[in-house]
């Protein structure tokens, strides 16, 4: 079945650093990638909508130059948290849906990425 | 807008139990419904999904019929066992909605042998 690899699974860093975290489709491409944050027993938190060479689409509330998305190529997208504060420690999910998508195709999710801002 | 409600958590069952979580939508257009589970320290898997009303989706004993008259998408088991202790996720997506995906709030659930 299809794959979304996230890589970071785990990173702890100091306040004010900037934190990249990758996005990749594996056995398929994906024009349309999606980000998300979860709080520790919350549900996900839809934050952007990455399109492949375009500009991200920002849910609203979520600072676009704090969370810079950038989706170079149809199997990759990436989350670059900017001076990271501990207030950003989350855990954040990527997923994609793939370009040859027939009605109802789900979206296909990363393991995740557990950020730790010290 | 469209939104999910599901059953609120924590839910804590005995081995071989019957399980239902309750979900309900709003939506606009025709949803596509799916359930994922999380177990600790993972991302979301895709259980099962329905994409039209009276779909019946199943997978591992699961099971969840999109109903639009009642606008549900309960999640059931006959007999759950240690293993489905996860968080489970109701949700639904729109197609005319550029295909963005809304959750529920989460079931967590635990099965105690």
């Known amino acids: 079945g299809a794959v979304v690899s996230q890589h970071p699974s785990w990173v702890i860093c100091k306040s004010g650093t900037s934190v990249k975290i990758e996005c990749r489709s594996l056995?398929?491409?994906?024009?349309?990638m999606f980000w998300y944050r979860q709080f520790p027993k919350q549900s996900l938190m839809l934050m952007a909508t990455?399109?492949?060479?375009?500009?991200?689409?920002?849910e609203q509330g979520v600072e676009k130059d704090k969370f810079l998305i950038n989706h170079a190529s149809l199997t990759l997208s990436t989350l670059t948290v900017t001076s990271a504060h501990p207030e950003d420690s989350s855990f954040y999910i990527c997923?994609?849906?793939?370009?040859?998508?027939?009605?109802?195709?789900?979206?296909?999710f990363g393991d995740g990425t557990r950020l730790s801002i010290l | 807008g469209n939104s999910v409600t599901q059953m609120e958590g924590p839910v804590t069952l005995s081995e071989e139990a019957f399980l239902t979580i309750n979900c309900t939508y709003t939506?606009?257009?025709?949803?596509?419904l799916f359930w994922y589970v999380q177990y600790p320290g993972e991302g979301l898997q895709l259980l099962l999904k329905?994409?039209?009303?009276?779909d019946k989706g199943s997978n591992k004993g699961f099971e969840a019929t999109y109903r639009k008259e009642t606008t549900s998408f309960h999640l059931e088991k006959g007999s759950v066992q240690v293993s489905d202790s996860a968080v489970y996720f109701c949700?639904?997506?729109?197609?005319?909605?550029?295909?963005?995906?809304?959750f529920g709030a989460g079931t967590r659930l635990t099965v105690k042998p």
């Open positions: 329905a994409t039209k009303a009276d």
């Open positions: 056995d398929f491409q994906a024009t349309t």
């Open positions: 939506a606009t257009g025709y949803p596509s």
């Open positions: 997923s994609a849906r793939d370009l040859a998508r027939v009605f109802g195709q789900p979206q296909h």
């Open positions: 990455s399109n492949e060479g375009s500009k991200a689409t920002y």
């Open positions: 949700a639904l997506s729109v197609e005319e909605n550029n295909n963005d995906m809304r």
